[in-house]
């Protein structure tokens, strides 16, 4: 298509050429399905915007516009979407100047935000809860998420074969794609995730005895269709008897990573245990806590420089 034609195109379509240009093949199923979200919500936006006429106050009116029913966090997700298309349209002439340059990010009012993890005495409560039994159930699975943070669909894809008992680590290489009806193994989400995950003894020596005489390839949980939301109802329920607040099982992620950090353990440590693909993502997702333990650091130096007299 020539530069011309381009510039005449509609930006939507400019937009959904570009996902399947460069993000057909290149991203996850889950990650693809949001750029095309992102693109249905130009259409629904600004479905008679060109792209010769896109400029920054038209960017930033698509954008408000956007953001009247989403909060800013939401709009932000929104706006890095579509940015990698308009640069790249701004390095092909397409567009004479970038329009997301010095943009504003609005938001309606953000909704109060549920609980997203436990503190020790708490998850220590909800884990005495917990029916396990001889068998494998989603109580086993609550436990192992909590010990080791997985994530949900790397849980669900564990195979016996997965399990290294001579050294008490898991090893982590593929997910379960539960939302298909059959399900199926898939890759993970980057090359960081694939990775191995030390066990405590005590779990480990639990999981040797309930794997014997089990398929060394077939899932563990994985047994049938799994929902979301049935684990997330069973979560609920031992949160109700145990009195404590309701999480998600992704929750118990976060619970894992936020007690690990509180006990002093290095965030590097933390990223490669959590399978990030960089220190920044941990930082950023457990900011608050890494900076009550920074004041916590502060107050330490100063008892300590205090004392040097």
Known sequence: MSRNKQKEQLFYRYFEE???????????????????????????????????????????LLLNEYAKTHEKQTTMDFHHQ????????????????????????????ASEKKTKFLNQFELQLLLKRLE????????????????????FSEALALTPSDFDFSTQKVLV?????????????????????????????????QFLQLMKGLDEESPIFAKKRVFNSTVNN????????ANIPTITIHGLRHTHASLLLFAGVSVASVAKR???????????????????LENQDNDKIMRHLAMLV
């Open 18 to 60: 570009w996902i399947d240009l460069y993000k057909v093949g290149a991203v996850r199923p889950v990650t693809l399905r949001k750029y095309r979200m992102t693109n249905q919500r130009i259409i629904e936006l600004a479905p008679n915007l060109r792209m010769k006429h896109l400029n920054r106050q038209k960017y930033q």
């Open 82 to 109: 579509i940015k990698g298309a308009i640069l790249d349209a701004v390095d092909e002439g397409v567009l004479d100047k970038n329009p997301t340059r010095k943009i504003v990010i609005k938001g309606k009012e």
């Open 132 to 151: 396990l039994g001889t068998e494998i159930n989603w109580d086993w699975f609550i436990l192992l998420l909590a010990k080791t943070g997985l994530r």
């Open 173 to 205: 290489n593929k997910t379960w794609n539960y939302k298909t009806s059959k399900g199926e193994f898939q890759s993970t989400k980057n090359e960081s995730s694939n990775r191995k995950v030390q066990l405590d003894w005590q779990i480990a020596m």
């Open 234 to 241: 069973r979560l609920k329920t031992l949160c109700n008897k």
């Open 274 to 292: 959590l399978g990030h693909s960089s220190m920044a993502t941990t930082q950023e997702t457990y900011l608050h806590i890494i900076q009550e």
